[in-house]
């Protein structure tokens, strides 16, 4: 049973969580407008339901509130950057507008950013990028309890390792809604399965291995200890591709900013680091920033048109199935932001408790 609370409300509370344990009010009201933008997005996985095991790593000593990026490496169009343990939404932004001066200067940058905690949706960053018409690029390593199997193993070897991708479409008058690709390349990202988990849901079959390493769709092999101790992992999309994607983000976005790769056992910590190797793009820097434009759209429009499959005219048992017509990236969550705005946000009762005891834990009453 979920309770629909409002967007402003809900920030509140939470960034009162946050406030507690030292965060300044703007740092907490940030994240947790951030988490709440998640949740208003549609993408609970990365909205407040994570706000609890931030207060833990606070309280454990791993995640640094008021933390401030350092600057490593300056070369004018690269930047090497060190979130030093911050709050995700708070350091990513920092770095993100570091690199966005260096944007305007150079037409491009190539940023990386390591030892940040939970950067959160990373379709954020890019969609900070393409406000400003510029095209964004991340690749993300996540540096926690092992959580993804690797293509043709059987237990959790790294983390589900975020790729997203933000590209403007049009400009000027002609501009439309963006591009914004934001996925894990895990069969689904680990938060969905502690927010299924909660809801008392199965999920789909293929998602996940249990501790054994043997097929299930019980979503609580990945969320509490198992009957042996161990853990289930979940499985790449998309088998070698998703694990190649996968790899490449562990090897870009945790080796080659610094922040380094997942090789050891889980050390039962709750805190989650991320590093992200960023780039971005002004397209107006490139060449005639009206080609672009209409080069885009004319690939846009051509997508749209293509006609409904034909399941849609014949039979009404597979509309669940297949989507009514042509849909991109970032519409989804535009439409969904819509709709929870007006109606309130979703939130399940075991997520709320979670809430109200981490409240407890810091004495602030959700």
């Not at 996540?142 to 790294?158: E, K, L, T, Y």
């Not at 048992?317 to 989804?332: C, F, N, Q, R, W």
Request: glycine content about 12%; aromatic content about 4%; some cysteine.
């Amino acid at each position: 049973m979920s309770t629909l609370i409002q967007a402003k409300d809900l920030e509140q509370k939470v960034a009162a969580l946050f406030k507690a344990v030292g965060s300044s009010e703007q740092e907490a009201i940030q994240v947790a407008s951030n988490l709440v933008l998640a949740n208003l997005s549609g993408h609970d996985s990365h909205g407040v339901g994570m706000a609890p095991r931030y207060v833990d790593a606070v309280l454990e000593k791993s995640l640094m509130p008021n933390a401030h990026v350092k600057t490593l490496v300056d070369t004018g169009s690269m930047l090497g950057l060190d979130g030093q343990r911050g709050f995700g939404q708070n350091v990513g932004v920092q770095a993100m507008e570091m690199a966005f001066d260096r944007v305007k200067e150079h037409g491009s940058c190539i940023m990386s950013l390591s030892n940040a905690h939970h950067l959160g949706r990373i379709g954020n960053f890019a969609e900070m990028a393409v406000s400003r018409h510029w095209v964004s690029i991340h690749f993300v390593s996540v540096n926690s309890r092992p959580i993804v199997a690797p293509h043709g193993g059987s237990d959790g070897r790294f983390g589900t390792n975020p790729c997203c991708i933000g590209i403007p479409l049009g400009v000027g008058a002609a501009t439309r809604e963006p591009f914004v690709l934001d996925f894990a390349t895990s069969m689904v990202a680990q938060g969905k399965m502690r927010v299924a988990h909660n809801e008392g849901r199965l999920v789909a079959p293929g998602t996940l291995i249990d501790e054994h390493g043997h097929p299930t769709n019980d979503p609580s092999v990945v969320v509490v200890p198992q009957s042996n101790g161990q853990m289930g992992a979940l499985l790449p999309f998309g088998q070698h591709k998703g694990f190649g994607i996968a790899v490449a983000c562990e090897l870009l976005g945790g080796a080659l900013s610094g922040g380094g790769t997942w090789h050891r056992q889980a050390d039962g910590k709750r805190a989650v680091f991320n590093s992200m190797l960023t780039i971005v793009i002004d397209p107006a820097r490139l060449g005639p920033d009206s080609s672009f434009a209409e080069e885009s759209l004319a690939f846009v429009d051509w997508l749209k048109s293509s006609p409904p499959p034909q399941e849609h005219q014949s039979s009404g048992a597979s509309k669940d199935k297949i989507p009514l017509g042509v849909t991109l990236a970032g519409e989804p969550e535009r439409q969904t932001r819509a709709q929870r705005r007006k109606n309130g946000i979703p939130i399940d009762a075991s997520t709320w408790q979670e809430l109200v005891n981490a409240g407890k834990l810091v004495g602030v009453v959700v």
